[in-house]
């Protein structure tokens, strides 16, 4: 499957011309097969990428709400060893937030050497909430545009290689998953009122995304917008995203820093 | 299978007389489709206790070098949805963790309502590695059982529960494994000179387990000797361990906190 057709090149994105399902001539269970294959090469490749500990991987992921974030965390990351993961959900900022520099929050979680880093919502917010209900002026996001571009080249220039998905769902599938959350009682909890508002707002997010993933997919921190109406589909498009990156992380078992020749365990 | 034997009571302990392998009469393939049955139970557990997000689960894993803590985590915690667990890793303290109390450097550590966490070597170990090398007295040792134990109450009046698991290899499995990283070029970088210093303070090494795990298994946060010397076995014995007690927390999917009737999401 060629995913690169998903990743956002430097020119102004349009979301409209981009898919949200290209599954009308798919088999789901082939799909799913093979997106579990991935995952036990992922659990490989995380498991070197561990144990060589000098580089990191750390993945943004984005959606509106009900895009499925959390269901990709859970899916697509289940085969990697919890030891080697830390996953971030980053809500509204707090109090002490708020009297920082908005990436003061964000960097204690970026990944150290040897692990993946998830975030679940992302410094991304400071330009995508904060715009639409004009907390910031366009000059301003600029700037951060600009600050997100550095901050990010600073992890990058310390071994970290960092992967942008922007879940991509349509205004009908959205609809379909938040009324499942009031129809089904025990996805009740997942409901806020609130979210109708940020619903109601679609158009206003769409620009808001076209601009931030426009300005900040570079080569070394690409968005990528993965159709993601089909979960499965979306599943199996982000497994392989993650392979081809690990693969060309290329993390290697690193050898003693001893002399281990003629060293034996003996009996006690 | 009754667990519950492996659980540490009051009364002072005898490692020597509890086993290291159970493993003679089993049939290896049952026990492990047993382990990722359990498995399957757990991930649904565990998205009740991160949806209801009141309780958390602490497990303290502790061992031997060769034990099987890198393990246990890959094997046993692997059907947990990566958004629910954090791993934490305790090294040496580093000068400013010895600037402070010894449970300074962990209380960040311990896990958020909702959230499964595991530390992967813990608080433990200042009074095990400590008390072997006589960096402790026997007095200082005695006190800091009861800052732990005291220390784990506060966790538990916020809603923590504990699990805390010994390891228990025999000398000659760790034999074999320590030998396995010298003759596997892949494994070499695991190895440590030092682990043999380590191993020759065997019986210094079962003097201390014996007292800290007498002093610090209390009802509430028990400590349970594992058999580890069949890594499917342990696997086998911890899930179900894990499941019995998430099942004993029994937590729920959370009702809405906003009235829900009559609210429906219309088409954009």
């Given at each position: 499957m060629d995913i690169s057709r998903y990743r956002v090149d430097g020119k102004k994105l349009k979301l409209s011309d981009l898919p949200t399902d290209e599954t009308k001539k798919l088999d789901r269970g082939k799909i799913e097969q093979e997106t579990a294959d991935i995952g036990a090469q992922l659990t490989g490749l995380q498991d070197r990428l561990y144990a060589e500990s000098q580089q990191s991987l750390l993945v943004v992921l984005q959606a509106r709400d009900a895009g499925g974030k959390d269901g990709t965390v859970k899916?697509?990351?289940?085969?990697?060893?919890?030891?080697?993961?830390?996953?971030?959900?980053?809500?509204?900022?707090?109090?002490e937030d708020l009297k920082h520099d908005f990436l003061w929050r964000i960097h204690p979680h970026t990944p150290s050497a040897g692990m993946i880093a998830v975030f679940n919502r992302s410094h991304y917010e400071d330009v995508l909430v904060t715009r639409v209900h004009k907390l910031i002026d366009d000059k301003t996001a600029q700037q951060r545009f600009e600050h997100i571009r550095h901050f990010e080249e600073l992890?990058?220039?310390?071994?970290?290689?960092?992967?942008?998905?922007?879940?991509?769902?349509?205004?009908?599938?959205?609809?379909?998953?938040l009324q499942a959350r009031l129809d089904d009682p025990s996805k009740n909890w997942k409901f806020n009122p609130g979210d109708l508002k940020e619903r109601a707002l679609w158009d206003d997010y769409t620009a808001a995304y076209?601009?931030?993933?426009?300005?900040?997919?570079?080569?070394?921190?690409?968005?990528?917008?993965?159709?993601?109406?089909?979960?499965?589909?979306?599943?199996?498009?982000?497994?392989?995203?993650?392979?081809?990156?690990?693969?060309?992380?290329?993390?290697?078992?690193?050898?003693?820093?001893?002399?281990?020749?003629?060293?034996?365990?003996?009996?006690?």
């Open positions: 899916h697509v990351f289940e085969p990697v060893n919890p030891q080697g993961i830390i996953v971030t959900s980053f809500k509204v900022p707090n109090e992890l990058i220039s310390r071994g970290t290689r960092i992967l942008k998905l922007y879940l991509h769902i349509s205004p009908e599938e959205q609809r379909q998953r076209e601009d931030a993933l426009s300005a900040t997919s570079t080569d070394d921190a690409p968005w990528y917008v993965i159709p993601a109406d089909q979960k499965w589909y979306r599943n199996r498009v982000i497994s392989q995203l993650l392979l081809e990156t690990l693969e060309d992380m290329n993390p290697q078992y690193p050898k003693s820093e001893f002399d281990l020749t003629n060293v034996a365990v003996g009996k006690l």
